[in-house]
């Protein structure tokens, strides 16, 4: 039997997500398998680039080289990593947001860098997933509201996957369980082409958020860890979110 | 004179706060160039100059909230 062309298209595009699905396993750049260039060049997909452990400052350039990639009309990508322990401010850091002096938090190795972006301050550490999807919203909608909400139900979604029970608010950032935030998302977007995403807590040691209010809210932190009472792999989640991407996003 | 406008942002969308001028009255701007930041349901959007010249008023303030398709600015 000759298969019909959109099946056919199908076919190959989830081939050629099998074949880049455990790139991001290594650190490096994605798309390991030969077959998969090939692939990538009839299907039109993400791609998938793990930075690993990268300093918050050296990730934001090379997502700002993403984000002018994209613009110029490159694929989506799909960036996940980790970063050292990191306080970013963003525009709008309230003084109070954080709870100790600088020079006591930078004694405990924290980095603060204020960044271009809204919001007020966020804690990034190991353990921490960090997902960036610097996708062309041309393409997926057009529609900051509708692409808010389809993070925060991929986020709801994957935790889901883990047998964690989560929510998101309205009217809130992020996603909770219970009263506790367990992922931060911040989206900023140049030209339709989003960047920044999600911090998903898998292992982080949530004591450093003792050191300030997140996103300048009362409210306490907790983590997949936590939740479970067992090692989360970092792997595992990372294959989750890239598969949960593709089908939200993809198919 | 070219205005600044808040642009569409998706359905449903009515209003944004502005987070903040890029730009000070009076500077000198390049077409494209990022003049303002617009957030709205919990993302921040960058907004663009529309053409070169000089910003000679600014209608929408930091943490002042604009209307879509309102004017934010303008430049000559």
Same mark, same amino acid.
């Given at each position: 039997m000759i298969p019909r062309p959109l099946v056919l298209c199908k076919w190959l595009k989830r081939f050629a997500n099998g074949c880049d699905r455990n790139a991001f396993l290594e650190k490096g750049d994605t798309l390991k398998c030969p077959l998969s260039f090939f692939l990538k060049s009839m299907v039109p997909e993400m791609i998938v680039q793990d930075w690993g452990l990268i300093d918050y400052t050296d990730a934001y350039e090379r997502q700002k080289d993403c984000v002018q990639k994209v613009i110029a009309g490159a694929q989506d990508h799909l960036v996940l990593c980790e970063h050292p322990a990191v306080l970013t401010l963003g525009r709008m850091t309230s003084p109070d947001s954080l709870l100790y002096q600088r020079h006591e938090i930078q004694e405990r190795g924290i980095t603060i860098t204020s960044v271009d972006r809204g919001g007020d301050v966020t804690l990034h550490a190991p353990g921490q997933l960090i997902v960036y999807p610097i996708f062309n919203l041309n393409k997926h909608g057009k529609n900051l509201k509708a692409y808010m909400q389809k993070l925060e139900e991929l986020a709801v979604d994957l935790l889901k996957n883990f047998g964690i029970l989560a929510i998101s608010i309205s009217g809130k950032r992020g996603v909770f369980v219970g009263p506790d935030k367990i992922i931060s998302i911040g989206v900023g977007v140049r030209k339709w082409v989003s960047y920044h995403g999600l911090g998903i807590n898998v292992s982080t040691d949530l004591s450093l958020f003792k050191l300030i209010k997140p996103c300048g809210l009362n409210v306490h932190m907790t983590s997949m860890q936590k939740i479970k009472g067992h090692e989360v792999l970092m792997k595992d989640v990372k294959n989750k979110t890239v598969e949960l991407f593709r089908e939200r996003f993809y198919d | 004179m070219t205005k600044i406008i808040l642009p569409e942002l998706g359905e449903g969308i009515t209003n944004a706060t @502005? #987070?903040?001028?890029?730009a000070k009255l009076g500077d000198t701007l390049q077409k494209g160039q990022e003049v303002c930041e617009a957030v709205t349901d919990k993302a921040s959007f960058v907004i663009e100059a529309? #053409? =070169?010249?000089?910003?000679? =008023? @600014? =209608?929408v303030n930091d943490g002042q909230v604009g209307l879509v398709g309102g004017v934010l600015g303008t430049i000559e």
């Open positions: - | @502005i #987070a903040c001028w890029h529309p #053409a =070169s010249g000089k910003l000679t =008023s @600014i =209608s």
